[in-house]
């Protein structure tokens, strides 16, 4: 009898911990929700860092902004570029905040889109050209470029091969590395979204080092990825009506201006 009984407790602790789905009608306010969200981040500046001990960055704003729009409970990890697909393709995770699209993530997850940004060069001064374009800078093999590794949101497929193959590109393991390389001038270039660039060049104090070289003809999307195992179709929808929600009410601004110029913001608000 004892043993039945304490079968009985166990089996009311497993179902009291077990993943409790949201429920979100179409058109029901928002801020109800008591579903458990395991988060990743990307674990590099501006997105999430620590400070002090606790965690800071752009993606851990807009996570406190989705819980204050749908609820739920957040339990957020920071993982690095390489081990961001495997945690989303196994099953591991419910939810990438502000990642880029990429087929590397499709497998195991949907993307919801929040705004969209370009690409951006930083070339050392003393090999900028005033005409010349990122294209030029790649087909120079005079330029050496760094990135980060298991990163290909910005630098194509072809275009690393190229890079690789004539022995021009070097490989770290965040983008503070790979500016560090530009500022020691061991590289002579790099390839990154504009907020990522931006960041790095006043971080290191380098604006007077280099040139920025703008390349809109590429958007890069950028928003969040959904675990298609994990999280509800319904719960898909939650989500990107909290995304819409964000934008209009003016917390999308608030929250960018804390980590580019309120230009820079009003673009991603637009696109």
Same mark, same amino acid.
């Given at each position: 009898?004892?043993?039945?009984?304490?079968?009985?407790?166990?089996?009311?602790?497993?179902?009291?911990?077990? /993943? +409790?789905?949201?429920?979100?009608?179409? %058109?029901?306010? @928002?801020?109800?929700?008591?579903?458990?969200?395991?988060?990743? #981040?990307?674990?590099?500046?501006?997105?999430?860092?620590?400070?002090?001990g606790?965690?800071?960055?752009?993606?851990?704003?807009?996570?406190?902004?989705?819980k204050?729009?749908?609820?739920?409970?957040?339990?957020?990890?920071e993982?690095?570029?390489?081990?961001?697909a495997?945690?989303?393709n196994?099953?591991?995770?419910?939810?990438?905040?502000?990642?880029?699209?990429?087929?590397?993530?499709?497998?195991?997850?949907?993307?919801?889109?929040?705004?969209?940004?370009?690409?951006?060069?930083?070339?050392?001064?003393?090999?900028?050209?005033?005409?010349?374009?990122?294209?030029?800078?790649?087909?120079?093999? /005079? +330029?050496?470029?760094?990135?980060?590794? %298991?990163?290909? @949101?910005?630098?194509?497929?072809?275009?690393?091969?190229?890079? #690789?193959?004539?022995?021009?590109?070097?490989?770290t393991?965040?983008?503070?590395?790979?500016?560090?390389?530009?500022?020691?001038?061991?590289?002579?270039?790099?390839?990154?979204?504009?907020?990522?660039?931006?960041?790095?060049?006043?971080?290191?104090?380098?604006?007077?080092?280099?040139?920025?070289i703008?390349?809109?003809?590429?958007?890069?999307?950028?928003g969040?990825?959904?675990?298609?195992?994990?999280?509800?179709?319904?719960?898909?929808?939650m989500?990107?009506?909290?995304?819409e929600?964000?934008k209009?009410?003016?917390?999308?601004?608030?929250?960018?201006?804390?980590?580019?110029?309120?230009?820079?913001?009003?673009?991603?608000?637009?696109?």
């Amino acid at each position: 009898m004892k043993r039945l009984g304490f079968t009985i407790f166990c089996l009311f602790v497993l179902f009291s911990l077990r /993943k +409790v789905p949201a429920r979100h009608p179409a %058109g029901e306010s @928002t801020g109800s929700c008591n579903r458990r969200i395991l988060v990743g #981040l990307n674990n590099y500046e501006p997105f999430a860092y620590r400070e002090n001990g606790q965690l800071k960055g752009l993606a851990h704003d807009i996570v406190l902004a989705l819980k204050d729009k749908v609820g739920c409970e957040y339990f957020e990890t920071e993982l690095s570029a390489r081990s961001e697909a495997e945690h989303i393709n196994n099953d591991r995770i419910d939810m990438l905040v502000l990642m880029v699209k990429t087929t590397e993530y499709e497998k195991g997850g949907v993307f919801i889109p929040f705004y969209e940004t370009y690409r951006q060069l930083t070339v050392a001064k003393k090999v900028f050209g005033k005409n010349r374009k990122i294209e030029d800078y790649i087909n120079d093999d /005079k +330029v050496k470029f760094a990135y980060m590794i %298991g990163n290909r @949101t910005v630098l194509s497929k072809d275009e690393e091969d190229r890079l #690789l193959k004539s022995s021009r590109l070097l490989g770290t393991p965040d983008p503070e590395g790979a500016f560090r390389l530009l500022k020691e001038g061991r590289v002579q270039a790099v390839l990154f979204s504009a907020l990522l660039s931006s960041h790095y060049i006043d971080k290191m104090k380098m604006a007077d080092k280099v040139e920025k070289i703008r390349d809109e003809t590429q958007k890069i999307p950028v928003g969040i990825y959904l675990s298609k195992r994990r999280v509800s179709p319904v719960e898909r929808e939650m989500f990107a009506r909290a995304f819409e929600e964000i934008k209009k009410d003016g917390s999308f601004v608030r929250i960018l201006s804390k980590y580019m110029s309120l230009d820079q913001a009003l673009y991603r608000l637009n696109h």
